[in-house]
């Protein structure tokens, strides 16, 4: 009766024996290929409804509070603002797992739309697109400073710079942060345009232009910067509405910079005509004639907005840390009259001979790291992370900003004895006798990972030992005093930007004799 209503109905009817044999195939391979568990966001807060945790965002010192989260919710977790996922990752293993080993996925970069669309800044290698353009630029880039090789060709002009930061501390003792900013920028003006800064007291031109093209970037780079960074319809919002002004930044950024990227490739063209252009990253390329303008003079923006403030802000943090850490001072100048002497300026030769120059080196870039966040990664597609360990999946959706938190990474107390002490013996093998083990390079953590780790890696590391070097080969260092003789504490912490400074402090930075002096005079 029944098979007569199916066939009725125009079922066909299957015999009792196949039908079953089909049926328990079906439970079978449901069984071992449905996932066995499903998977979901990593943790994080509770949102409100349809905004999420738009109100979680933190607005300033990003890391500390990412870190906070991490207490609470684990290595591994998530903020959701109207649908966009933000997973923050305070684990060195996990971000290893996903931009290390899956870069192909978690390579390319979020879209920005107030200082990347609207403000330009989308052109600069750090927020370019994974694609053929970034491949390019970087392979650019290895060429010019991906070995050790190539890199020692910079020394010497590094070194020429340093001295010359040597002798304006001298003559502008109350002007240390200003005279850094020169000294790193001169550097990477050099290698990028063979440009020499103007000499005296005014401000050379083009360097200014580039310092707030660089100030520019890093204010609008920071996650949150803008509401519209949250809440990407809003770039959309009319102008002379309020709440509109987001856009007259953003076309002021973009006009200047413009401005200084065609600035700097005019000037080597000009140079170049003239018979007189010093070698450069930009003249190189000029003479191949192997690659568009636009590429050259935005790869060449690239490394001076990218160099000079990372480097200037680790060794500002250097300057603090050794006037709070007399001790690791006087160590330091003990192996450096030892090995080098007292006639004449540590070079690069000299830097196997230095370990405790080095590592003390390898510390600063730990202690206060530049790019506490660096710079948000984007997943092309979902992607199931699994942990393993017995722990459940973990779902990072298509478009996730993935934050690798480079700072909590840094000082994770599991990692690093002591971690908010500066301890440059941390990287020494039984120091002195202590008996401790050398501690994790933080080069494997502060300089990016993946398709997207620093191109400017090794140029970083040789600019910070000749600057450290030098400077205590002829500086002493320590904290500065009011008018009635009591010692200023300096207050401790970092700015809130995508490439991080420390927090405004004095300190005073005198000759540590009369022959240090002559050495400064005469370098």
Same mark, same amino acid.
């Given at each position: 009766?029944?098979? !007569?209503?199916?066939?009725?109905?125009?079922?066909?009817?299957?015999?009792?024996?196949?039908?079953?044999?089909?049926?328990?195939?079906?439970?079978?391979?449901?069984?071992?290929?449905?996932?066995?568990?499903?998977?979901?966001?990593?943790?994080?807060?509770?949102?409100?409804?349809?905004?999420?945790?738009?109100?979680?965002?933190?607005?300033?010192?990003?890391?500390?509070?990412?870190?906070?989260?991490?207490?609470?919710?684990?290595?591994?977790?998530?903020?959701?603002?109207?649908?966009?996922?933000?997973?923050?990752?305070?684990?060195?293993?996990?971000?290893?797992?996903?931009?290390?080993?899956? =870069?192909?996925?978690?390579?390319?970069?979020?879209?920005?739309?107030?200082?990347?669309?609207?403000?330009?800044?989308?052109?600069?290698?750090?927020?370019?697109?994974?694609?053929?353009?970034?491949?390019?630029?970087?392979?650019?880039?290895?060429?010019?400073?991906?070995?050790?090789?190539?890199?020692?060709?910079?020394?010497?002009? /590094?070194?020429?710079?340093?001295?010359?930061?040597?002798?304006?501390?001298?003559?502008?003792?109350?002007?240390?942060?200003? $005279?850094?900013?020169?000294?790193?920028?001169?550097?990477?003006?050099?290698?990028?345009?063979?440009?020499?800064?103007?000499?005296?007291?005014?401000?050379?031109?083009?360097?200014?232009?580039?310092?707030?093209? !660089?100030?520019?970037?890093?204010?609008?780079?920071?996650? #949150?910067?803008?509401?519209?960074?949250?809440?990407?319809?809003?770039?959309?919002?009319?102008?002379?509405?309020?709440?509109?002004?987001?856009?007259? /930044?953003?076309?002021?950024?973009?006009?200047?910079?413009?401005?200084?990227?065609?600035?700097?490739?005019?000037?080597?063209?000009? $140079?170049?005509?003239?018979?007189?252009?010093?070698?450069?990253?930009?003249?190189?390329?000029?003479? $191949?004639?192997?690659?568009?303008?636009?590429?050259?003079?935005?790869?060449?923006?690239?490394?001076?907005?990218?160099?000079?403030?990372?480097?200037?802000?680790?060794?500002?943090?250097?300057?603090?840390?050794?006037?709070?850490?007399? #001790?690791?001072?006087?160590?330091?100048?003990?192996?450096?009259?030892?090995?080098?002497?007292?006639?004449?300026?540590?070079?690069?030769?000299?830097?196997?001979?230095?370990?405790?120059?080095?590592?003390?080196?390898?510390?600063?870039?730990?202690?206060?790291?530049?790019?506490?966040?660096?710079?948000?990664?984007?997943?092309?597609?979902?992607?199931?992370?699994?942990? =393993?360990?017995?722990?459940?999946?973990?779902?990072?959706?298509?478009?996730?900003?993935? /934050?690798?938190?480079?700072?909590?990474?840094?000082?994770?107390?599991?990692?690093?004895?002591?971690?908010?002490?500066?301890?440059?013996?941390?990287?020494?093998?039984?120091?002195?006798?202590? !008996?401790?083990?050398?501690?994790?390079?933080?080069?494997?953590?502060?300089?990016?990972?993946?398709?997207?780790?620093?191109?400017?890696?090794?140029?970083?590391?040789?600019?910070?030992?000749? $600057?450290?070097?030098?400077?205590?080969?002829?500086?002493?260092?320590?904290?500065?005093?009011?008018?009635?003789?009591?010692?200023?504490?300096?207050?401790?912490?970092?700015?809130?930007?995508?490439?991080?400074?420390?927090?405004?402090?004095?300190?005073?930075?005198?000759?540590?004799?009369?022959?240090?002096? #002559?050495?400064?005079? !005469?370098?």
């Amino acid at each position: 009766m029944a098979a !007569g209503i199916a066939e009725g109905l125009g079922f066909v009817s299957w015999p009792p024996g196949p039908t079953l044999i089909i049926l328990s195939a079906c439970v079978v391979s449901l069984y071992y290929i449905r996932p066995k568990r499903a998977a979901r966001l990593p943790p994080g807060p509770r949102g409100l409804p349809f905004v999420g945790n738009v109100l979680q965002v933190p607005n300033k010192q990003h890391w500390l509070r990412f870190a906070e989260m991490g207490d609470v919710w684990g290595d591994v977790c998530s903020l959701t603002v109207l649908g966009k996922t933000m997973v923050i990752v305070n684990s060195l293993k996990v971000t290893e797992d996903l931009l290390d080993a899956r =870069g192909t996925n978690f390579s390319d970069r979020p879209i920005i739309p107030v200082g990347g669309e609207l403000g330009g800044f989308d052109n600069a290698l750090p927020l370019v697109h994974y694609g053929d353009r970034m491949r390019k630029e970087r392979k650019l880039f290895h060429r010019l400073f991906g070995t050790q090789a190539s890199v020692k060709q910079f020394a010497p002009l /590094i070194s020429t710079e340093v001295h010359k930061l040597l002798r304006n501390i001298v003559l502008n003792p109350d002007g240390l942060i200003d $005279e850094i900013a020169r000294a790193t920028g001169a550097i990477s003006l050099r290698i990028a345009f063979g440009y020499h800064l103007r000499d005296g007291p005014t401000r050379d031109p083009l360097l200014e232009m580039f310092e707030t093209g !660089g100030n520019n970037f890093m204010i609008s780079s920071t996650p #949150a910067a803008f509401v519209a960074d949250i809440i990407p319809i809003l770039r959309f919002w009319p102008e002379w509405l309020p709440g509109g002004g987001f856009h007259t /930044i953003a076309k002021a950024w973009s006009k200047q910079i413009q401005s200084t990227v065609d600035t700097g490739l005019q000037y080597v063209k000009n $140079e170049m005509a003239a018979g007189k252009a010093e070698p450069s990253f930009v003249s190189t390329l000029l003479e $191949e004639k192997s690659h568009e303008d636009y590429l050259i003079k935005w790869a060449a923006a690239s490394i001076q907005i990218g160099g000079s403030d990372t480097t200037a802000a680790q060794l500002e943090a250097f300057f603090l840390a050794m006037s709070l850490y007399p #001790a690791v001072q006087a160590a330091a100048q003990r192996e450096l009259d030892r090995v080098v002497g007292n006639d004449r300026l540590p070079d690069i030769s000299d830097r196997a001979q230095l370990p405790y120059i080095d590592a003390l080196c390898k510390e600063v870039v730990r202690w206060h790291v530049a790019a506490p966040l660096a710079v948000p990664h984007c997943t092309r597609e979902d992607y199931i992370y699994e942990r =393993g360990g017995g722990m459940e999946p973990l779902l990072i959706p298509k478009d996730s900003l993935v /934050i690798p938190n480079l700072w909590k990474m840094a000082h994770d107390p599991a990692r690093y004895t002591n971690p908010m002490a500066f301890d440059p013996s941390r990287f020494l093998a039984n120091w002195e006798g202590n !008996g401790k083990k050398v501690e994790q390079d933080p080069a494997d953590i502060c300089f990016g990972y993946g398709r997207r780790v620093c191109p400017g890696r090794l140029l970083g590391e040789t600019a910070i030992f000749l $600057e450290c070097s030098a400077v205590l080969s002829v500086f002493n260092i320590s904290k500065a005093r009011d008018e009635k003789g009591v010692i200023i504490e300096p207050e401790l912490g970092q700015t809130s930007a995508t490439v991080s400074h420390v927090l405004p402090f004095k300190c005073v930075v005198k000759p540590r004799n009369a022959r240090a002096l #002559a050495l400064i005079q !005469g370098s």
